[in-house]
């Protein structure tokens, strides 16, 4: 095995690819009132969402603890051939899980780098994906992480929610930029900087959120780049793959990955929302991306 990786569930990745890399799951957990769930395996992405929308409760995320971290760390380092483990999380600046994630490692013994992904769901699945294929072509731990720390301040996510109620429940974001989104139809995107949530931009109507987001991101990265271009979406919606076909027309695709935003994300973000990731790669990370297997 060599590296094992080992992520959150906020990494939107889906079972299959999990499970072809052998990568390590920690859930975080979603609570309507005091009744709390494990995200993803005690409740689906649709579940949740159904049930989110109806709630009169209030709706709650919280960190794994400490000992779940270290029981995984424990199980993987005692699988045959495992030298080290690579963690990869959700932003420290949006959960604790990170801050937990290196407190456990602390209580292993044995070779853990925990990484913060200083972004979300197909930000941080982006790296933890990126990061299991160059495990599996047999590089060293050191190498992976210093190709993370690389990858990391390239990550450029935009957001568009239908809604900012969320975000705003969850002290994501401030109750006037809330305010900001109900008037005149104005449609905010936002962005993940520096690991917190910002507003980005705001447009008029549904129908010019994909242009503002183009646009964004042609302020960020030289269209002609080539990139990892992902997607997501808190609920199944047609804007997805227009945004997806749209990027694609700007930026060679290097890879993609498209995801369903689980309950932990979908809790901040509400029904409806979606957005992309681009990540710019130079000559060389092409090359190391392309010599891992299809």
Request: charged share 15%; net charge negative; glycine share 10%.
């Amino acid at each position: 095995m060599g590296v094992a990786i080992v992520t959150d569930s906020t990494c939107d990745l889906d079972s299959a690819l999990l499970e072809r890399y052998s990568i390590g799951l920690v859930s975080l957990s979603v609570g309507f009132g005091d009744h709390y769930y494990e995200d993803r395996t005690e409740l689906s992405a649709d579940a949740f969402m159904a049930r989110l929308v109806t709630s009169q409760e209030p709706v709650h995320t919280t960190a794994p603890s400490p000992g779940a971290f270290a029981a995984r760390y424990r199980e993987t380092l005692a699988q045959p051939g495992c030298d080290a483990i690579i963690s990869i999380h959700l932003s420290g600046g949006l959960s604790s899980t990170v801050r937990v994630a290196e407190a456990a490692a602390r209580l292993v013994d044995g070779n853990v780098t925990v990484i913060d992904s200083h972004n979300v769901s197909v930000g941080l699945g982006m790296l933890v994906w990126w990061a299991a294929r160059r495990a599996g072509q047999g590089s060293s731990a050191a190498a992976i992480v210093d190709e993370l720390r690389s990858l990391i301040p390239r990550l450029h996510l935009l957001v568009a929610p239908v809604t900012l109620e969320y975000l705003a429940r969850g002290g994501r974001i401030g109750q006037a930029a809330r305010l900001v989104g109900t008037l005149l139809d104005m449609k905010p995107i936002l962005e993940v900087e520096n690991g917190m949530i910002k507003a980005a931009k705001k447009v008029r109507g549904e129908r010019h959120i994909i242009p503002g987001m183009l646009q964004l991101f042609s302020e960020r990265i030289a269209p002609g780049t080539p990139c990892f271009i992902a997607a997501a979406s808190t609920t199944p919606v047609p804007q997805l793959q227009r945004l997806i076909a749209t990027l694609a027309d700007n930026y060679p695709m290097v890879a993609s990955l498209t995801a369903v935003a689980g309950p932990v994300i979908g809790t901040h973000a509400g029904p409806g929302a979606y957005g992309a990731l681009l990540c710019p790669l130079s000559t060389d990370q092409v090359e190391l991306w392309q010599a891992g297997e299809d």
